[in-house]
């Protein structure tokens, strides 16, 4: 059986809308059936989220109010990336400056894009196991942020009634739980 061609060809590209952190973009392309389309999208620098577990199991959660969702939200730490910087430094910085915590032993659990029909950004999901406070948090300018813990019994609850919708906490702690499962597998 051939394989159908799904590729489309970039034509040109204007930007938009340039913002501090997200760009828009409009580029016409070539389609494969010869015919032309618009594909507008935000180009993103990416980011990191921690699923950060301290030595008694409980994972670290934040509380901060999302303007776009107009509601208090309960997720994973996380932060976009910084030029010329690696996801893995991504997720440390972020842990240290919006908790205070910090790791030793950090996991890379995957990646994946939140939100393909619009965006290019990737989100690099990390493991950090025993956590330890030991700074204060340096929140970025208008950010406020409540740090606290869940059981994972308590964090898989609340995903399942909705309490966090979140997509970069579900998917983060959902591969965490992929990740325990092959390693247990393994024993």
């Not at 999901?125 to 409540?146: R, T």
């Not at 606290?148 to 609340?158: A, I, K, Q, Y």
């Amino acid at each position: 059986m051939k394989e159908k061609n799904f590729f489309e060809k970039k034509l040109s590209s204007k930007k938009v809308f340039d913002g501090e952190f997200l760009n828009i973009l409009s580029d016409k392309v070539l389609l494969p059936n010869g015919e032309q389309a618009t594909r507008e999208y935000f180009k993103h620098p990416g980011a990191s989220a921690i699923i950060g577990i301290d030595p008694n199991g409980l994972f670290l959660m934040e509380k901060q109010y999302r303007y776009p969702v107009q509601e208090l939200c309960i997720e994973l730490p996380a932060g976009k990336t910084d030029k010329n910087e690696s996801p893995l430094e991504t997720a440390q910085r972020e842990l240290k400056e919006e908790t205070g915590f910090v790791s030793e032993s950090w996991h890379l659990l995957g990646n994946f894009h939140p939100t393909i029909g619009y965006s290019d950004e990737i989100i690099y999901l990390f493991l950090a196991l025993d956590i330890k406070k030991k700074y204060e948090p340096s929140f970025d300018h208008g950010e406020y942020v409540e740090t606290f813990f869940l059981s994972e019994d308590d964090l898989l609850n609340h995903v399942r009634t909705g309490k966090i919708r979140d997509s970069k906490t579900i998917v983060c702690f959902f591969k965490y739980l992929l990740h325990k499962k092959n390693l247990k597998n393994k024993e």
